[in-house]
């Protein structure tokens, strides 16, 4: 059984040290979080400076306290099952395109969290990565977050460290921006995909395995959407519904079919696409697809979304058409208002190169210290660091061959610029590769044509080659990362600046 984020006996995970070596452990007290600060940042570095919300702008508060909650997930009689969530129940923020956000993260675990906005092209201070862009949020204190979202969209948000027990354990919300469609839809149906390690009785397996971290990850085979193992929504017959459809499990990749109607791709991670006839849409954990369809006029009648990267294809969840028909005019799939995102200037773009490595080579750190009891523990802060390395950007494993905290950055894109990143992957597996601070564009692939779209994460496929392109215009330093959690923890993972 997996050690459950804030319960039980600390494990060497939690146990958060400084550089200087002062121990402080997780059941016994924490420091503030200057003292990981600096030794985040090194010796004179500080944190990017937090964006002021003008006194004339419409503010959306939210109040996202992280605790512990039981939630149904294994069918009764078995009882619920001990996770983690942003306040009670399922956190879904609605926003409108223009309103800003400010949401207070209040944290309840037995250990430090932060936010990352997965997808929003927020300010370098407000992307939520733990020493890079903030101290972690200890227990019992808070941070407040305030960010505009510059593009509408599907997003959702989640921790940045730890990120396989929290985020394994469920905590995870959704951001929603309004504000993209031409033509209302009747129903707007969000539904959010993952797998709960969890068996029968609603007890936790593994959440993550060294067979399963070293290969494609460790999947859970309790499949829900919102929760639930093959809901049933229903939604008026005859309607025009959008389906946001977010995949957040931590390895499970889903090529989104629907059966029973006809469908189109209207959003890719949220940003606006022309409609594209569905035939299935492969979405990467952390990637997301919003459809648009028109629901079967026959109350009763049954509309499939499955997933077909699997040996038999999976039904995921079911439309059912409710109610008297509406009256609509003939189907046609609108497409939503375009993208607010700087377009890329491909001409004269420099094109950096990124390869997606296996390695067992294990980061050069510090010795370890050694503890009071006489155990070792590795330096910094053992929570952000995994034991095991399986994989490397650039042959530079996570983190790097370096005294310092962070790793310097593997490359830094000079503000203004279109830049072309290549992705390379030199593995048998596939990476759903994640940037954060901006949204790029997919223009190809070795593997043979692709529609050009938008993303913030993009699948890499064994042996094939992937280009994005970027105005590279938000400063700061990002992350850059598989989102298959296990392989981001266990060394595919990177920073790069934009100066
Ligand atoms: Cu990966």
């Given amino acids: 059984m997996s050690g459950f984020p804030g319960q039980g006996p600390i494990n060497r995970r939690r146990v958060i040290l400084s550089l200087g070596g002062v121990v402080l452990s997780a059941g016994f007290g924490y420091a503030g979080g200057n003292a990981f600060a600096q030794a985040g940042k090194g ?32 069918a009764p009689p078995a009882p619920p099952t001990d996770t983690l969530g942003y306040t009670e129940g399922p956190a879904i923020i609605r926003l409108q395109q223009g309103e800003w956000l400010e949401a207070t993260l209040a944290n309840r675990l037995q250990e430090h969290t932060t936010i990352h906005w997965h997808g929003i092209r927020v300010p370098n201070a407000m992307d939520g990565v733990p020493y890079l862009t903030q101290p972690p949020v200890m227990p019992g204190e808070s941070f407040t977050y305030r960010l505009q979202p510059p593009d509408t969209g599907t997003f959702f948000f989640h921790p940045h460290c730890n990120t396989v ?18 033509r209302p839809h009747d129903h707007d149906l969000v539904c959010v995909y993952r797998d709960w390690r969890i068996d029968v009785a609603g007890k936790y397996q593994l959440l993550t395995t060294d067979a399963g971290a070293s290969k494609a990850g460790t999947f859970g085979d309790h499949r829900t959407i919102n929760d639930e193992v093959q809901p049933v929504f229903k939604v008026p017959a005859g309607g025009d519904i959008r389906v946001r459809f977010l995949n957040v499990d931590m390895s499970r990749v889903v090529d989104l079919g629907v059966t029973g109607a006809d469908a189109w791709v209207i959003a890719t991670d949220g940003n606006p696409l022309p409609p594209q006839k569905l035939k299935s849409w492969r979405l990467g954990p952390a990637m997301r697809a919003d459809l648009t369809l028109r629901m079967p006029k026959m109350a009763g009648t049954r509309v499939q979304l499955v997933n077909y990267y699997s040996a038999q294809p999976i039904v995921m969840a079911e439309l059912e058409a409710d109610g008297a028909a509406l009256d609509r005019p003939d189907f046609v799939p609108a497409a939503l208002k375009p ?12 094109t950096f190169q990124l390869r997606l490595s296996a390695s067992s080579v294990p980061a050069d750190l510090p010795p370890d210290l050694v503890l009071p009891d006489g155990s070792t523990l590795r330096y910094a802060d053992a929570l952000c660091l995994t034991p095991k390395t399986f994989w490397a950007l650039n042959g530079q494993p996570w983190p790097s061959a370096s005294h310092e905290v962070l790793p310097p950055p593997l490359v830094t894109f000079q503000r203004g610029k279109t830049y072309i990143v290549e992705i390379i992957n030199q593995t048998p597996h596939i990476h759903p590769m994640h940037l954060h601070g901006h949204t790029f564009k997919v223009i190809g692939s070795s593997k043979g044509d692709v529609v050009p779209h938008w993303a913030d994460t993009t699948i890499v496929a064994p042996k094939e080659r992937v280009k994005v392109a970027f105005v590279a215009d938000n400063p700061g330093d990002w992350m850059i990362h598989c989102h298959i959690i296990e392989h981001q923890e266990t060394g595919m993972m990177g920073i790069y600046r934009v100066a």
Avoid: C, F, W
Avoid at 165 to 182: K, R, W
Avoid at 339 to 350: D, V
């Fill in 43 to 74: 010796a004179g570095q500080s944190y990017p400076p937090a964006p002021a919300i003008p006194s004339d702008a419409k503010v959306h508060k939210a109040n996202l306290t992280a605790i512990r909650q039981s939630r149904q997930l294994a």
């Fill in 165 to 182: 027990e929290q985020l394994g354990h469920g905590l995870a919300g959704i951001l929603i921006v309004e504000g993209d469609e031409v």
């Fill in 339 to 350: 993208a607010r995102i700087p377009e890329p200037q491909i001409e004269n773009a420099e």
